[in-house]
C-alpha cells in the first residue's frame, strides 16, 4: 500500500517543543506510517533539544507550515 505523505526523506520540517518553548528544525530521516481505517503518518528525525541529540517522531499535525514561520 502507497500512502501519499506532505513530507519526503530529505525534506526539512519545524514543530514546536513543549518541553523548552521553541521552534525547532530538522531533515527527515524515515516516514513511518500505519493506522486501521486512517493513516498515522510520523517523521522521524534527529535535532539538539534541551542540550541533548535526540531522535524524536514528529507526528504530521505537529509540523508548522513554513508558510506560518
Same mark, same amino acid.
Given at each position: 500500500? &502507497?500512502?501519499? $505523505?506532505?513530507?519526503? @526523506? +530529505?525534506?526539512?520540517?519545524?514543530?514546536? #517543543? !513543549? *518541553?523548552?518553548?521553541?521552534?525547532?528544525? /530538522?531533515?527527515? *530521516?524515515?516516514?513511518?506510517?500505519?493506522? /486501521?481505517? =486512517?493513516? !498515522?503518518? &510520523? =517523521?522521524?528525525?534527529? $535535532? @539538539? #533539544? #534541551? +542540550?541533548?541529540?535526540? $531522535? *524524536?517522531?514528529?507526528?504530521?499535525?505537529?509540523?508548522?507550515? $513554513? !508558510?506560518?514561520?
Amino acid at each position: 500500500m &502507497n500512502i501519499e $505523505t506532505k513530507y519526503k @526523506v +530529505g525534506d526539512i520540517i519545524y514543530w514546536f #517543543c !513543549d *518541553l523548552d518553548n521553541k521552534i525547532h528544525h /530538522a531533515e527527515v *530521516l524515515f516516514v513511518n506510517y500505519a493506522g /486501521a481505517g =486512517y493513516p !498515522d503518518i &510520523n =517523521y522521524e528525525v534527529e $535535532t @539538539v #533539544c #534541551c +542540550g541533548e541529540k535526540k $531522535t *524524536l517522531f514528529i507526528d504530521e499535525y505537529d509540523i508548522i507550515d $513554513t !508558510d506560518y514561520l
